[in-house]
């Protein structure tokens, strides 16, 4: 039975715009299986806007790439949009996409564009790169670099790098863009202080998982004026962490501006991993930077926390200033006698006792405990704040439940307080892990624990 455009359209009208479509593609195949579905399309061609809509879909579905590629440059965008589509999926000829190019428009031009770079055509791109730079500029050419071949770009690369968002070429041709980043970098230093650093940093960032020896060698090669971003350092540590580590301690960066930042927790424990030689070196550059050594500490594994506090301070006394964020992260011997140390140099210039009292939250619970529960009746409002604060963080750091409860048991005490004091004493108890907060269930008088009656004769848990 012959199918026409006129039984295609009334068959269509009814039906919602999905169904439409799965319609109107069913048939085009199986027009095409059947060798009609030219004459479908060419009826449908003069049924109107909507009649050449249908037929582009048919012919799209049918696989009619003879139709579709006549229609590259069709004024309407819906019928240019399935040819586009064609020209990316079917077999059309470099040829007429090359065509389609004379006299385009720019939306037009950036749309073949796409398709040149999607469809990997390399001889029709290097072809297209000479033509659109001599008739509309390097910007135009420049958007079909993608798409050549390795050797066309590094050929042309130095005669458009300036039109080209060097970025998104390198994550594609990362050799080639840093084979002209050099050149550039090594006949014009002065780039880096031009306001370029930005630039050549995301450069870095999309060639550095294909080549970190090369980020690595331009890095160190040019120092501060590159900048070290973090998104870097993942890929840099794990091809050489000793060159990394060198990296972030030179001293010409500083510890300033973006490197006052720690770099992400991974890249951290890749490092402490790799466990390079000069990581205690990184340890004294952050010294200055309390948040950024906590960092560190805080990736290590606690058996080598001892050793490394070792090499970092090398017999030097930590300074007071950068103590209160560092002591939970110490061994346990190591902070009970820093704290023990603060205290006493604190007690003996005679300074406050609340700035005492958060060093004493770092001392065995025994030892701390008599002085801080004795606190809690201070007559200064500031010292019993600082008393409960450290009172209930001294008893969560032992890891005890016991000491944990005794602290809870106190509590009624903040009935008639003043209000900054109970504000710091329940800001503290919310810093209590609620484990350790819980009470923990009473035994049976038999030594186990019931929610019942005991079911042994004479026992209960009443």
């Known amino acids: 039975m012959p199918h026409h455009a006129e039984q295609l359209l009334a068959d269509v009208d009814p039906l919602p715009y999905p169904d439409r479509q799965r319609l109107v593609a069913r048939r085009a195949r199986e027009?095409?299986?059947?060798?009609?579905?030219?004459?479908?399309?060419?009826?449908?061609?003069?049924?109107?806007?909507?009649?050449?809509?249908?037929?582009?879909?048919?012919?799209?579905?049918?696989?009619?790439?003879?139709?579709?590629?006549?229609?590259?440059?069709?004024?309407?965008?819906?019928?240019?949009g399935y040819a586009l589509r064609a020209a990316r999926t079917q077999d059309v000829p470099d040829e007429a996409i090359e065509a389609a190019f004379t006299g385009a428009s720019c939306t037009l031009r950036r749309q073949l564009a796409r398709v040149v770079r999607h469809g990997r055509r390399h001889r029709l791109a290097e072809r297209l790169v000479g033509r659109l730079r001599a008739e509309w500029g390097d910007a135009e050419a420049g958007r079909l670099l993608s798409a050549c071949s390795p050797e066309f770009v590094a050929r042309t690369l130095p005669d458009l790098a300036h039109a080209v968002p060097l970025a998104p070429l390198a994550a594609r041709f990362p050799d080639e863009v840093l084979d002209h980043l050099e050149r550039v970098l090594a006949e014009h230093p002065g780039t880096l202080r031009l306001?370029?650093?930005?630039?050549?940093?995301?450069?870095?960032?999309?060639?550095?998982?294909?080549?970190?020896?090369?980020?690595?060698?331009?890095?160190?090669?040019?120092?501060?004026?590159?900048?070290?971003?973090?998104?870097?350092?993942?890929s840099l540590a794990a091809a050489d962490a000793e060159r990394t580590v060198r990296l972030l301690t030179d001293p010409r960066r500083g510890t300033s501006g973006?490197?006052?930042?720690?770099?992400?927790?991974?890249?951290?424990?890749?490092?402490?991993?790799?466990?390079?030689?000069?990581?205690?070196?990184?340890?004294?550059?952050?010294l200055a930077v309390p948040r950024c050594f906590a960092a560190l500490l805080r990736a290590l594994p606690p058996g080598r926390r001892d050793a490394f506090l070792d090499g970092v301070y090398d017999g030097a006394v930590p300074r007071a200033a950068e103590l209160p964020l560092l002591l939970p992260l110490f061994p346990h011997t190591r902070r009970h006698a820093e704290a023990r140390r603060q205290v006493a140099a604190l007690r003996a210039?005679?300074?406050?006792?609340?700035?005492?009292?958060?060093?004493?939250?770092?001392?065995?619970?025994?030892?701390?405990?008599?002085?801080?529960?004795?606190?809690?009746?201070?007559?200064?409002?500031?010292?019993?704040?600082?008393?409960?604060?450290?009172?209930?963080?001294?008893?969560?750091?032992?890891?005890?439940?016991?000491?944990?409860?005794?602290?809870?048991?106190?509590?009624?005490?903040?009935?008639?307080?003043?209000?900054?004091?109970?504000?710091?004493?329940?800001?503290a108890l919310a810093q209590v892990p609620a484990r350790r907060r819980a009470r923990p269930p009473r035994p049976s008088c038999c030594g186990s624990t019931h929610t019942a009656r005991c079911r042994r004769p004479g026992h209960s848990t009443r």
């Not at 061609?45 to 590629?69: K, M």
């Not at 995301?202 to 160190?220: I, N, W």
């Not at 424990?269 to 205690?280: D, I």
């Not at 005492?356 to 200064?380: K, M, N, V, W, Y």
């Open 258 to 286: 973006p490197y006052s930042l720690p770099p992400t927790s991974g890249t951290l424990r890749r490092l402490v991993r790799a466990n390079p030689p000069s990581l205690p070196a990184l340890g004294r550059h952050w």
């Open 349 to 427: 210039q005679g300074r406050p006792w609340a700035g005492i009292a958060s060093f004493l939250a770092h001392l065995p619970t025994g030892e701390a405990q008599p002085e801080l529960r004795a606190a809690l009746s201070r007559p200064d409002a500031d010292d019993r704040a600082a008393a409960w604060t450290a009172l209930l963080a001294n008893a969560a750091a032992a890891d005890d439940r016991d000491a944990v409860q005794d602290a809870l048991g106190l509590l009624p005490r903040l009935r008639n307080e003043q209000d900054p004091v109970r504000s710091a004493a329940l800001t």
């Open 31 to 80: 027009l095409a299986a059947d060798g009609q579905l030219p004459a479908l399309l060419s009826e449908l061609e003069h049924s109107g806007v909507y009649g050449r809509r249908l037929a582009a879909l048919a012919a799209s579905a049918g696989r009619a790439t003879e139709y579709l590629t006549e229609r590259l440059t069709d004024p309407d965008p819906v019928v240019r």
């Open 195 to 234: 306001g370029q650093s930005p630039e050549l940093a995301d450069v870095l960032a999309a060639t550095v998982r294909a080549r970190p020896e090369r980020a690595l060698d331009l890095l160190e090669r040019f120092g501060p004026d590159l900048p070290l971003r973090h998104d870097l350092l993942p």
